[in-house]
Protein backbone atom coordinates (compact mmCIF):
# COMPACT_ATOMS: atom_id res chain seq x y z
CA UNK A 1 0.00 0.00 0.00
CA UNK A 2 1.43 3.34 -1.10
CA UNK A 3 2.35 6.22 1.33
CA UNK A 4 -0.74 8.28 -0.12
CA UNK A 5 -3.41 5.77 0.24
CA UNK A 6 -2.08 4.33 3.92
CA UNK A 7 -3.20 7.58 5.66
CA UNK A 8 -6.72 7.83 3.25
CA UNK A 9 -7.22 4.18 5.02
CA UNK A 10 -7.16 5.99 8.56
CA UNK A 11 -9.88 8.82 7.41
CA UNK A 12 -11.87 6.26 6.33
CA UNK A 13 -12.08 4.15 9.49
CA UNK A 14 -13.13 7.50 11.18
CA UNK A 15 -16.24 6.92 9.47
CA UNK A 16 -16.58 3.39 9.50
CA UNK A 17 -15.63 3.05 5.77
CA UNK A 18 -13.78 -0.06 5.10
CA UNK A 19 -12.50 -0.08 1.54
CA UNK A 20 -12.35 -2.95 -1.07
CA UNK A 21 -9.93 -1.43 -3.25
CA UNK A 22 -7.35 1.63 -2.97
CA UNK A 23 -8.96 4.65 -3.30
CA UNK A 24 -8.36 6.94 -6.42
CA UNK A 25 -7.75 10.07 -7.73
CA UNK A 26 -11.39 11.58 -8.57
CA UNK A 27 -12.68 14.41 -11.31
CA UNK A 28 -11.00 17.56 -12.47
CA UNK A 29 -11.13 19.96 -10.07
CA UNK A 30 -8.34 22.09 -8.46
CA UNK A 31 -9.00 22.87 -5.10
CA UNK A 32 -9.27 19.91 -2.75
CA UNK A 33 -7.76 16.60 -3.20
CA UNK A 34 -10.76 13.79 -4.20
CA UNK A 35 -10.98 10.77 -3.91
CA UNK A 36 -13.24 8.07 -5.35
CA UNK A 37 -13.71 4.97 -2.44
CA UNK A 38 -15.47 1.77 -2.92
CA UNK A 39 -16.65 -0.01 0.41
CA UNK A 40 -18.08 -3.06 1.19
CA UNK A 41 -22.03 -4.39 -0.26
CA UNK A 42 -20.91 -2.15 -3.74
CA UNK A 43 -21.34 1.43 -1.98
CA UNK A 44 -19.19 3.78 -3.08
CA UNK A 45 -18.19 7.28 -1.91
CA UNK A 46 -16.27 10.40 -2.83
CA UNK A 47 -13.84 11.62 -0.26
CA UNK A 48 -12.45 15.24 0.48
CA UNK A 49 -9.50 16.77 1.75
CA UNK A 50 -10.81 20.49 1.84
CA UNK A 51 -8.18 22.85 0.67
CA UNK A 52 -7.66 25.34 4.04
CA UNK A 53 -5.34 27.68 2.27
CA UNK A 54 -8.83 28.17 0.08
CA UNK A 55 -11.09 27.27 2.43
CA UNK A 56 -10.34 28.76 5.53
CA UNK A 57 -13.43 27.87 7.60
CA UNK A 58 -14.08 24.79 7.08
CA UNK A 59 -16.20 24.38 9.83
CA UNK A 60 -18.27 26.98 8.92
CA UNK A 61 -18.63 25.12 5.52
CA UNK A 62 -20.40 22.19 7.09
CA UNK A 63 -22.79 23.81 9.44
CA UNK A 64 -23.98 25.32 6.07
CA UNK A 65 -24.63 22.34 4.35
CA UNK A 66 -26.10 20.64 7.28
CA UNK A 67 -28.62 23.62 7.79
CA UNK A 68 -29.02 23.77 4.26
CA UNK A 69 -30.00 19.76 4.37
CA UNK A 70 -32.31 20.17 6.82
CA UNK A 71 -34.21 22.45 6.15
CA UNK A 72 -34.67 20.51 2.47
CA UNK A 73 -35.29 17.60 4.27
CA UNK A 74 -38.00 19.24 6.09
CA UNK A 75 -39.27 21.02 2.96
CA UNK A 76 -38.56 19.26 -0.13
CA UNK A 77 -38.01 15.89 0.93
CA UNK A 78 -37.48 14.51 -2.39
CA UNK A 79 -35.06 17.10 -3.48
CA UNK A 80 -31.88 15.34 -4.10
CA UNK A 81 -29.28 17.24 -2.01
CA UNK A 82 -25.93 15.61 -1.70
CA UNK A 83 -25.31 15.46 2.25
CA UNK A 84 -22.00 14.69 4.02
CA UNK A 85 -21.77 11.23 5.93
CA UNK A 86 -21.10 11.59 9.70
CA UNK A 87 -18.18 10.24 11.23
CA UNK A 88 -18.73 7.22 14.25
CA UNK A 89 -18.31 10.12 16.58
CA UNK A 90 -21.14 11.99 14.94
CA UNK A 91 -19.47 15.09 13.40
CA UNK A 92 -20.06 16.01 9.34
CA UNK A 93 -15.85 16.42 9.36
CA UNK A 94 -13.14 14.70 10.27
CA UNK A 95 -10.60 16.65 11.13
CA UNK A 96 -7.17 15.29 12.50
CA UNK A 97 -3.34 17.10 12.04
CA UNK A 98 -5.06 20.37 10.97
CA UNK A 99 -6.93 18.54 7.73
CA UNK A 100 -10.25 18.33 7.38
CA UNK A 101 -11.78 15.49 5.63
CA UNK A 102 -15.25 14.94 4.78
CA UNK A 103 -17.24 11.69 2.82
CA UNK A 104 -20.45 11.79 0.54
CA UNK A 105 -22.17 9.10 -0.88
CA UNK A 106 -21.05 8.81 -5.07
CA UNK A 107 -24.33 9.47 -7.05
CA UNK A 108 -24.98 6.35 -9.13
CA UNK A 109 -25.15 6.97 -13.04
CA UNK A 110 -23.71 10.02 -13.00
CA UNK A 111 -21.27 12.36 -14.68
CA UNK A 112 -19.81 15.53 -15.06
CA UNK A 113 -18.57 17.67 -17.98
CA UNK A 114 -15.92 20.63 -18.06
CA UNK A 115 -18.01 22.41 -21.05
CA UNK A 116 -21.47 22.09 -22.71
CA UNK A 117 -21.38 20.58 -26.01
CA UNK A 118 -25.03 21.39 -26.66
CA UNK A 119 -27.39 23.93 -25.28
CA UNK A 120 -29.63 21.73 -23.88
CA UNK A 121 -26.55 20.68 -21.59
CA UNK A 122 -26.33 24.33 -20.31
CA UNK A 123 -29.89 24.16 -19.93
CA UNK A 124 -30.25 21.26 -18.12
CA UNK A 125 -27.10 22.85 -15.62
CA UNK A 126 -28.62 25.75 -15.05
CA UNK A 127 -32.94 24.63 -13.93
CA UNK A 128 -30.15 22.42 -11.47
CA UNK A 129 -28.82 25.71 -10.55
CA UNK A 130 -32.26 27.12 -10.25
CA UNK A 131 -33.73 24.41 -8.34
CA UNK A 132 -31.80 24.86 -5.67
CA UNK A 133 -32.18 28.26 -5.24
CA UNK A 134 -36.13 27.64 -5.68
CA UNK A 135 -36.17 25.40 -2.83
CA UNK A 136 -33.82 27.42 -0.71
CA UNK A 137 -35.90 30.17 -1.09
CA UNK A 138 -37.39 31.23 2.33
CA UNK A 139 -34.87 30.25 4.12
CA UNK A 140 -33.40 32.03 7.41
CA UNK A 141 -30.11 33.97 6.08
CA UNK A 142 -29.11 35.14 9.94
CA UNK A 143 -26.88 31.81 11.00
CA UNK A 144 -25.46 31.00 7.69
CA UNK A 145 -21.89 32.41 7.14
CA UNK A 146 -19.25 33.35 4.01
CA UNK A 147 -17.09 30.40 3.50
CA UNK A 148 -14.90 32.57 1.77
CA UNK A 149 -15.51 36.39 3.14
CA UNK A 150 -16.04 38.80 0.07
CA UNK A 151 -15.63 36.30 -2.34
CA UNK A 152 -18.42 38.18 -4.58
CA UNK A 153 -18.14 41.57 -3.48
CA UNK A 154 -17.56 43.65 -6.17
CA UNK A 155 -16.78 46.80 -4.18
CA UNK A 156 -13.80 45.20 -2.59
CA UNK A 157 -12.23 43.49 -5.63
CA UNK A 158 -12.30 47.52 -7.21
CA UNK A 159 -10.52 48.26 -4.26
CA UNK A 160 -7.87 45.72 -4.26
CA UNK A 161 -7.63 47.07 -8.09
CA UNK A 162 -6.88 50.12 -7.31
CA UNK A 163 -4.47 49.19 -4.31
CA UNK A 164 -2.54 46.85 -7.03
CA UNK A 165 -2.35 49.96 -9.44
CA UNK A 166 -0.53 52.14 -6.85
CA UNK A 167 2.06 50.01 -6.25
CA UNK A 168 2.13 47.75 -9.41
CA UNK A 169 5.60 47.59 -10.99
CA UNK A 170 6.33 50.13 -13.45
CA UNK A 171 6.97 47.71 -16.52
CA UNK A 172 3.80 45.58 -15.23
CA UNK A 173 1.48 48.54 -15.33
CA UNK A 174 2.96 50.27 -18.81
CA UNK A 175 2.47 46.73 -20.06
CA UNK A 176 -0.59 46.21 -19.00
CA UNK A 177 -2.28 50.34 -19.35
CA UNK A 178 -4.41 49.71 -22.24
CA UNK A 179 -6.38 46.75 -20.41
CA UNK A 180 -6.05 49.04 -17.08
CA UNK A 181 -7.57 51.79 -18.71
CA UNK A 182 -10.86 49.92 -20.16
CA UNK A 183 -11.24 47.79 -16.81
CA UNK A 184 -11.37 51.89 -15.18
CA UNK A 185 -13.89 53.45 -17.91
CA UNK A 186 -16.25 50.01 -16.77
CA UNK A 187 -16.60 51.69 -13.21
CA UNK A 188 -20.08 52.55 -13.60
CA UNK A 189 -20.58 48.53 -12.89
CA UNK A 190 -19.34 49.05 -9.18
CA UNK A 191 -21.11 51.77 -9.02
CA UNK A 192 -24.71 49.66 -10.13
CA UNK A 193 -24.12 47.23 -7.38
CA UNK A 194 -23.42 49.11 -4.86
CA UNK A 195 -26.64 50.87 -5.46
CA UNK A 196 -28.27 47.38 -5.61
CA UNK A 197 -26.99 46.16 -2.50
CA UNK A 198 -29.04 49.00 -0.72
CA UNK A 199 -31.99 48.18 -2.39
CA UNK A 200 -34.58 46.00 0.02
CA UNK A 201 -35.91 44.46 -2.69
CA UNK A 202 -32.47 43.09 -4.07
CA UNK A 203 -32.55 40.34 -0.82
CA UNK A 204 -29.41 37.85 0.30
CA UNK A 205 -30.31 34.08 -0.57
CA UNK A 206 -28.67 31.09 -0.44
CA UNK A 207 -26.19 30.67 -3.81
CA UNK A 208 -23.97 28.33 -5.00
CA UNK A 209 -20.76 31.18 -5.92
CA UNK A 210 -19.44 28.72 -8.22
CA UNK A 211 -22.05 27.76 -10.92
CA UNK A 212 -19.72 26.01 -13.46
CA UNK A 213 -21.08 23.64 -15.33
CA UNK A 214 -18.72 20.55 -14.27
CA UNK A 215 -20.94 21.82 -10.61
CA UNK A 216 -23.88 19.63 -11.99
CA UNK A 217 -24.01 16.23 -12.15
CA UNK A 218 -25.79 14.78 -15.66
CA UNK A 219 -27.65 11.32 -15.96
CA UNK A 220 -24.95 9.09 -17.99
CA UNK A 221 -27.99 8.17 -20.39
CA UNK A 222 -29.83 10.48 -20.72
CA UNK A 223 -27.91 14.33 -19.87
CA UNK A 224 -30.71 14.88 -17.60
CA UNK A 225 -29.83 17.06 -14.58
CA UNK A 226 -29.82 14.68 -11.10
CA UNK A 227 -27.88 17.17 -8.43
CA UNK A 228 -25.64 20.09 -7.89
CA UNK A 229 -22.50 19.15 -6.25
CA UNK A 230 -19.29 20.73 -4.73
CA UNK A 231 -21.54 23.19 -1.82
CA UNK A 232 -18.24 24.54 -0.45
CA UNK A 233 -19.27 28.42 -1.32
CA UNK A 234 -23.19 27.72 -0.88
CA UNK A 235 -23.27 31.37 1.64
CA UNK A 236 -25.29 34.09 1.46
CA UNK A 237 -25.12 36.08 -1.72
CA UNK A 238 -26.82 38.21 -4.07
CA UNK A 239 -28.91 35.91 -7.19
CA UNK A 240 -26.18 38.11 -9.77
CA UNK A 241 -23.64 35.94 -9.11
CA UNK A 242 -25.40 32.37 -9.71
CA UNK A 243 -26.39 33.81 -12.93
CA UNK A 244 -23.41 35.47 -13.54
CA UNK A 245 -21.02 32.86 -12.97
CA UNK A 246 -23.28 30.53 -15.26
CA UNK A 247 -22.68 33.45 -17.93
CA UNK A 248 -19.04 33.90 -17.38
CA UNK A 249 -18.27 30.44 -17.80
CA UNK A 250 -20.82 29.09 -19.96
CA UNK A 251 -21.88 30.93 -23.32
CA UNK A 252 -18.12 31.22 -24.70
CA UNK A 253 -16.68 28.80 -27.17
CA UNK A 254 -13.55 29.09 -25.63
CA UNK A 255 -12.77 29.35 -21.75
CA UNK A 256 -10.78 32.15 -19.90
CA UNK A 257 -7.45 30.43 -20.59
CA UNK A 258 -8.36 31.16 -24.27
CA UNK A 259 -6.05 33.87 -26.08
CA UNK A 260 -7.79 33.44 -29.23
CA UNK A 261 -9.53 36.45 -28.75
CA UNK A 262 -11.23 36.39 -31.69
CA UNK A 263 -13.38 33.44 -30.96
CA UNK A 264 -14.40 35.02 -27.28
CA UNK A 265 -17.85 35.82 -27.78
CA UNK A 266 -21.41 35.53 -26.28
CA UNK A 267 -23.29 32.01 -27.80
CA UNK A 268 -26.71 33.24 -28.15
CA UNK A 269 -28.21 29.32 -28.66
CA UNK A 270 -26.20 28.79 -25.34
CA UNK A 271 -27.37 31.89 -23.47
CA UNK A 272 -30.70 31.66 -24.41
CA UNK A 273 -30.87 28.35 -23.10
CA UNK A 274 -29.26 29.42 -19.69
CA UNK A 275 -31.80 31.89 -19.01
CA UNK A 276 -34.74 29.99 -20.11
CA UNK A 277 -33.26 26.54 -17.71
CA UNK A 278 -32.64 28.90 -14.24
CA UNK A 279 -36.29 30.81 -14.89
CA UNK A 280 -37.77 27.50 -15.79
CA UNK A 281 -36.82 27.39 -11.70
CA UNK A 282 -36.88 30.55 -10.65
CA UNK A 283 -38.84 33.30 -12.56
CA UNK A 284 -41.75 33.37 -9.83
CA UNK A 285 -39.54 33.13 -6.60
CA UNK A 286 -37.51 36.40 -8.19
CA UNK A 287 -38.32 40.10 -6.67
CA UNK A 288 -39.20 42.67 -9.31
CA UNK A 289 -35.49 43.88 -8.68
CA UNK A 290 -34.15 40.97 -9.44
CA UNK A 291 -35.68 40.53 -12.66
CA UNK A 292 -34.60 43.69 -13.56
CA UNK A 293 -31.33 43.29 -13.07
CA UNK A 294 -30.59 39.65 -14.62
CA UNK A 295 -29.63 41.45 -17.45
CA UNK A 296 -26.85 43.01 -15.15
CA UNK A 297 -25.92 39.37 -14.07
CA UNK A 298 -23.21 38.51 -16.80
CA UNK A 299 -21.28 41.83 -17.06
CA UNK A 300 -21.07 42.38 -12.82
CA UNK A 301 -19.29 38.64 -12.67
CA UNK A 302 -17.54 39.14 -16.43
CA UNK A 303 -16.02 42.41 -14.98
CA UNK A 304 -15.22 41.30 -11.22
CA UNK A 305 -13.34 38.29 -12.94
CA UNK A 306 -11.30 40.46 -15.14
CA UNK A 307 -10.43 42.46 -12.04
CA UNK A 308 -9.21 40.05 -10.18
CA UNK A 309 -6.70 38.30 -12.85
CA UNK A 310 -5.72 42.32 -14.39
CA UNK A 311 -4.88 42.70 -10.11
CA UNK A 312 -3.39 39.17 -9.84
CA UNK A 313 -0.95 40.15 -12.32
CA UNK A 314 -0.43 43.62 -10.98
CA UNK A 315 0.62 42.24 -8.28
CA UNK A 316 3.40 39.80 -9.69
CA UNK A 317 1.08 36.72 -10.33
CA UNK A 318 0.65 35.86 -6.11
CA UNK A 319 -2.51 34.30 -6.42
CA UNK A 320 -3.81 32.25 -9.68
CA UNK A 321 -1.07 29.65 -11.26
CA UNK A 322 0.13 30.78 -13.85
CA UNK A 323 2.27 29.14 -16.97
CA UNK A 324 3.71 32.40 -19.03
CA UNK A 325 4.55 35.48 -17.53
CA UNK A 326 1.89 37.24 -19.00
CA UNK A 327 -1.27 34.32 -17.97
CA UNK A 328 -3.05 36.65 -15.83
CA UNK A 329 -3.10 39.53 -17.84
CA UNK A 330 -4.66 37.52 -20.89
CA UNK A 331 -6.96 36.15 -18.79
CA UNK A 332 -8.25 39.37 -18.19
CA UNK A 333 -7.75 40.14 -21.91
CA UNK A 334 -9.97 37.63 -22.46
CA UNK A 335 -12.91 38.54 -19.79
CA UNK A 336 -12.72 42.18 -21.18
CA UNK A 337 -13.71 40.55 -24.44
CA UNK A 338 -16.38 38.85 -23.25
CA UNK A 339 -17.59 42.03 -21.25
CA UNK A 340 -17.56 43.92 -24.50
CA UNK A 341 -19.81 41.33 -26.32
CA UNK A 342 -22.14 40.96 -23.51
CA UNK A 343 -22.63 44.82 -23.97
CA UNK A 344 -23.24 44.66 -27.69
CA UNK A 345 -25.41 42.19 -27.94
CA UNK A 346 -27.46 43.79 -24.88
CA UNK A 347 -30.38 44.18 -26.72
CA UNK A 348 -31.06 41.06 -27.87
CA UNK A 349 -29.98 39.23 -24.63
CA UNK A 350 -32.57 41.32 -22.75
CA UNK A 351 -35.24 39.93 -25.03
CA UNK A 352 -34.00 36.79 -24.30
CA UNK A 353 -34.83 37.17 -20.42
CA UNK A 354 -37.93 38.91 -21.10
CA UNK A 355 -38.98 36.19 -23.31
CA UNK A 356 -37.88 33.89 -20.24
CA UNK A 357 -40.23 35.63 -17.95
CA UNK A 358 -43.18 35.99 -19.75
Not at 55 to 60: G, Y
Amino acid sequence: MTDEVSPLIKVLSAFGIEPVSAPSTFGSGHINNTYFIEGVAEKKYVLQKINIQVFNKPWAIARNIKRASEYLAEHHPTYHFITPLSTLEGSELFEKNNEYWRLTPFVPNSISIDQATTPAQTYEAARQFGLLARNLDGLDMGPFEATIPGFHNLTGRYRQFREALNGAERGRKDNSQELIDAFLLKNDIVEKYENLLQNPDFPNRLMHHDTKINNVLLDTTTQRGICVCDLDTLMPGKVISDIGDMIRTGVSPVSEESTEFELVEVRLGYYKALIEGYLSEMKHVLTPTEKENIIFSGPFLVYMQGLRFLTDYLNGDVYYPIKYPEHNLNRARNQMVLLDDLYDKHETLQQIIDEAIA
